[in-house]
């Protein structure tokens, strides 16, 4: 039987399956008619040829289809089928062929080459893709699904950001435990795990491993649930509680590869390095016997062979915890002292900014070349355009950002008189631009973390606490840690030290508006970016990190408060955000913000707020106007199944296809979880003539 990763056995690679079946499946789920789709492969299959076939005579490909269509037919699971396969048995010899030939089977395609069994694991994947989320809950809640497919799909969800879905489909399968778990249970509750921490429910995850370990059997269902809880232990420094969980995961199930990683991490985190030695080579005999697929298990041998030589590397190797992100990883000094730094200048009194009018008078060469650096000009982009300022003044200080003119009533943030010349000081030696428009981080290369390079920054900051006071400094400091060149000690640095920051300059900044009524803080008033950014970044913070989403909420309408244009583009995620929670009223809110967006989230979110409060006269217009000029949103909504457009990697093309199919991918589940939502729907596309 022919399985997944076994595409390349076909005989005399004479067709390409691992292009064929995904087009295969799609082909059959239309409609699941065996002779359709036997009549549409005859067509089709000279597409897929292999290297053997590439010049092959049509006739060849019409005599290959039947029993190619019999091979991928027979192992389809399909939904009208309880997503089971109906297989086709062959033809008697002297039977008509079904390819339509005319001739007995015996004489026609039945001579052509053999192809083998597959497996109908191999193929649900490519069933699960072509699938609505809504229909596959359903398959797995009428227990259709066996637990792999069920794995399979909670895999493509949380790997898609549907973690929430993910938990949806696996926690009913662990609400009364498995009498006799096999190794896909096991399979299922990780995954089941890292959808919990997605949606950051690490409490759920818990009760769950600790009810399993229990509860349940000995069995590699509860080996896993040991090995789990012995990983969270050793992230969280509680050595003598990941030892026992470790010692019950191996009872449960002694020859599980991964356990070998647990234990070496333990020992290691001890400086046992003795112990490593005789325990890697403890597991290395164990996992070179026949037992074991030496391609599934070379990694771990790999590491075991590297920590039998020199145990030093465990640590090296294991930087990456296997839970969470080790924030325990080793510093070097340059970072320690930064985050030292901090740690004695964050909780300074705040600095008194204040949120004033721009001053009307000319800015001179240094004033403006502050405003492009800024901007994230480089130094000679800086240069070249104060040389044709004459020229072309009034283009440059449009055309960088996206932002139409600005009003009157904007303000700018304004630090007291001491921080300036602090700042045009650090700014020569510290020698790093701004990230460019709403980029993260600057474009440009910068030796700053370099041996020899870090210390006249360091000495400046240890030599000035009031640095802390500065939003630029603030900003900078930001930048550099998000262009530190080390993968482990980067983001190290960024858990322990962007926190304390980012809430610093947030609160400078709040205070500093903190009596007026109405203030506009725009970015395009250049100084203000570094106070947005900060305010920008604790918002992405607090929300990915999911410890406090109210939080994150009031940061993001504090953030359109000050700069109404929003040119972060962060109420996409906000609007859906608040409509997975049920906050309809607050998502009327935010769309009033934006009542012509070009925004999908936005535009339709609106409406599906409206509709879940029954305000169906209030949304009629409304909804009328957006399928108007969206029709293509509503049209892959209401369908139950969309051919994935291609999409580009410069961006979406407003109105077009890619935007309708990352909104579908987004949200689709939502309005099809609301009951009616989609008929209504269907009915304002046929009030605007726009066809399902």
């Not at 597409?47 to 049509?58: C, D, I, K, V």
């Not at 074991?292 to 590397?313: C, G, M, Q, S, T």
């Not at 300074?348 to 004033?367: F, G, M, N, S």
Request: with cysteine; proline share 8%.
């Amino acid at each position: 039987m022919l399985g997944p990763g076994d595409l390349d056995d076909t005989p005399q690679g004479l067709i390409d399956l691992e292009r064929l079946l995904p087009a295969a499946v799609a082909r059959i789920l239309q409609d699941e008619d065996p002779a359709e789709f036997r009549a549409w492969l005859a067509e089709n299959l000279a597409a897929y040829a292999g290297p053997e076939l590439q010049t092959a005579p049509a006739a060849m490909f019409r005599s290959m289809a039947m029993p190619v269509s019999y091979m991928i037919w027979n192992a389809t699971p399909l939904p009208g089928n309880n997503f089971r396969p109906r297989p086709l048995p062959l033809p008697n010899r002297n039977d008509r062929c079904p390819c339509g030939s005319g001739l007995k089977y015996k004489k026609c395609c039945n001579n052509a080459p053999p192809f083998p069994v597959l497996d109908p694991l191999m193929l649900w994947p490519l069933v699960l893709q072509n699938l609505p989320h809504s229909q596959i809950q359903q398959a797995a809640a009428a227990g259709h699904l066996p637990l792999e497919a069920r794995t399979l799909a909670a895999t493509d969800m949380l790997e898609h950001g549907r973690a929430r879905q993910a938990v949806a489909l696996l926690r009913p399968h662990f609400e009364q435990l498995p009498k006799k778990p096999r190794n896909q249970d096991d399979m299922m509750l990780q995954v089941l795990c890292d959808a919990y921490d997605e949606c950051g429910q690490r409490d759920k995850k818990l009760a769950l491993l600790e009810r399993i370990t229990r509860e349940g059997a000995s069995s590699p269902l509860r080996a896993g649930a040991w090995q789990r809880l012995a990983v969270i232990r050793l992230d969280r420094n509680d050595l003598d509680g990941a030892r026992k969980a470790l010692e019950q995961a191996i009872l449960d199930n002694p020859d599980e590869p991964f356990s070998a990683f647990i234990e070496l991490q333990l020992l290691a985190k001890q400086e046992y390095w003795d112990q490593i030695r005789a325990r890697a080579d403890f597991w290395l005999r164990k996992l070179r016997r026949p037992l074991y697929d030496p391609e599934a298990v070379a990694p771990i041998i790999d590491l075991l062979e590297k920590a039998a030589d020199n145990p030093e590397i465990v640590l090296g190797l294991l930087e990456e915890p296997l839970e969470d992100f080790d924030e325990d990883v080793e510093l070097d000094e340059a970072c320690v002292r930064l985050l030292d730094w901090i740690d004695k200048v964050v909780h300074r009194p705040l600095p008194a900014y204040r949120a004033v009018e721009e001053d009307e008078t000319p800015a001179d060469e240094e004033q403006l070349a502050a405003k492009f650096r800024r901007m994230g000009l480089s130094d000679d982009d800086i240069s070249n355009a104060l040389s044709m300022l004459d020229k072309q003044k009034q283009k440059l200080f449009e055309g960088e950002s996206e932002e139409t003119p600005v009003d009157d009533e904007s303000l700018i943030l304004v630090p007291p008189a001491a921080l300036p010349p602090l700042e045009a000081q650090w700014h020569k030696l510290f020698g790093l631009g701004k990230p460019f428009s709403i980029q993260n981080v600057p474009a440009e290369a910068w030796e700053g973390w370099d041996p020899g390079h870090e210390e006249p920054w360091l000495k400046f900051l240890e030599n000035h606490p009031e640095a802390a006071d500065s939003l630029e400094i603030i900003d900078d400091l930001l930048n550099a840690m998000f262009l530190h060149p080390d993968e482990q000690q980067g983001p190290a640095l960024i858990i322990q030290g962007s926190q304390p920051l980012l809430e610093r300059a947030t609160a400078i900044v709040e205070q500093a508006v903190s009596d007026l009524e109405h203030p506009l803080l725009r970015w395009s008033r250049t100084e203000n970016r570094d106070g947005l950014r900060s305010l920008y970044r604790l918002y992405s913070l607090t929300r990915h990190g999911r410890e406090d989403l109210m939080e994150a909420e009031r940061l993001a309408f504090e953030l359109l408060r000050l700069n109404p244009q929003d040119n972060h583009g962060l109420r996409a995620e906000l609007m859906n955000d608040l409509l997975r929670r049920g906050q309809n009223e607050k998502a009327q809110e935010l769309a009033r913000l934006f009542p012509d967006d070009s925004f999908a989230q936005t535009r339709y979110g609106r409406l599906l707020a409206l509709y879940r409060r029954g305000q169906l006269n209030s949304v009629q217009e409304l909804a009328e106007a957006a399928v108007e000029e969206f029709p293509l949103i509503a049209r892959f909504l209401v369908r139950a199944r969309v051919k994935r457009p291609k999409l580009s990697e410069h961006g979406i093309r407003i109105g077009g296809e890619d935007q309708a199919w990352l909104y579908r991918e987004e949200m689709r589940d939502l309005w099809q979880d609301t009951p009616g939502a989609l008929d209504w729907l269907k009915k304002i596309m046929k009030i605007k003539g726009v066809r399902c």
